[in-house]
């Protein structure tokens, strides 16, 4: 059992013939009471501080695991992100592809349709020439058949019929 301060205070030394100094002793012991109360409260204060410091230990290692866990659900988040990203950029493209695809259909149609319609109106403005092109040449024809008696004949007729009218 280890030794304390009152041990030390109450300690009796027996006399003997050529003893030593009983004041020496006494100042000696007084010395090593005072000493060993300092290191008994040094002890004291430094178990607290060790006891302390495990409890502020095992905070951060509480903190250590919490911010591993942490770090795993975030990796976990992000690499959950990046793939639902992937996914939705893979949707977007197909759907701008099919969109693309429906465009361009439709913009050939559409390009199809005018070239029917450019050739539609080429075919009638060709027929429109070859009638208007006989149709001149009709008159001109006529023009220069001379047979302009049967037409004023005919003129002269039309103006007495309107003069006895009387109009």
């Given at each position: 059992?280890?030794?304390?301060p009152i041990d030390i205070h109450n300690k009796e030394f027996g006399r003997s013939f050529r003893g030593y100094n009983e004041d020496e002793v006494?100042?000696?012991l007084e010395r090593v009471i005072q000493d060993y109360e300092g290191l008994i409260r040094t002890n004291k204060?430094?178990?607290e501080e060790i006891q302390m410091l495990k409890d502020k230990l095992e905070h951060y290692d509480s903190l250590e695991d919490s911010l591993g866990k942490s770090i795993?659900?975030?990796q976990e988040m992000a690499e959950e992100v990046k793939s639902n990203a992937r996914k939705e950029a893979e949707l977007i493209i197909r759907d701008a592809e099919k969109n693309a695809d429906k465009i361009v259909s439709e913009a050939?149609?559409?390009?199809r349709k005018t070239a029917l319609d450019v050739e539609e109106m080429q075919k009638h403005?060709?027929?429109?020439?070859?009638?208007?092109r006989s149709l001149v040449q009709a008159q001109l024809e006529m023009l220069d058949s001379?047979?302009?008696?049967?037409?004023?004949k005919d003129l002269a007729l039309r103006a007495a019929s309107v003069a006895q009218s009387g109009i």
């Open positions: 059992m280890p030794l304390s006494d100042d000696f204060q430094l178990e795993l659900v975030a050939l149609n559409k390009s403005a060709a027929v429109f020439r070859a009638r208007f001379g047979d302009w008696g049967a037409f004023d």
